[in-house]
């Protein structure tokens, strides 16, 4: 896999049937390896290491209902009242950022009304806050520390 924007991590990797899957600390179990599964593996990382998230706060691939349909939040991020304060959608560094991708999020949120959105590709983060009051959201330089969430 290509080296992303993150600090280096180390993983713990296997493979069965020529297929190669990373060792996912949050589900614990090895999940398959795609490109998307890279980005949230190293996010997850990031967030653990260097934000100081608690791992029994994050949920992976959290499903809930939106029209009737299921969907699935990439990564959700709880405060210690285990209310989501963040919603976190990946994608392969092949797909730019755009619009398109952070609608999607947004439509997500529809659901939580979290306070943070985030969207992550590897290469380029984007993390915004939302007001609800004011129905806007303004762009963060970084995403925010676990202690800083609220």
Known sequence: MENLNFPVYDFRYTERENKKYIFDIIRKKYVLLTPEEWVRQNFIRYLLEEKGYIQSLVQVEMFFKLNRLSKRADIALFDRNGKPKILVE??????????????????????????????????????????????SYTFLKEIPDFEEMG
Do not use: W
């Open 90 to 135: 990946c994608k392969s560094p092949k797909v730019a950022i755009s619009q398109v991708v952070f609608e999607q999020v947004a439509r997500y949120n529809l659901s939580f009304k979290v306070d943070f959105l985030v969207v992550t590709n590897g290469m380029q983060h984007f993390c915004c806050k939302m007001d609800y009051e004011k129905k």
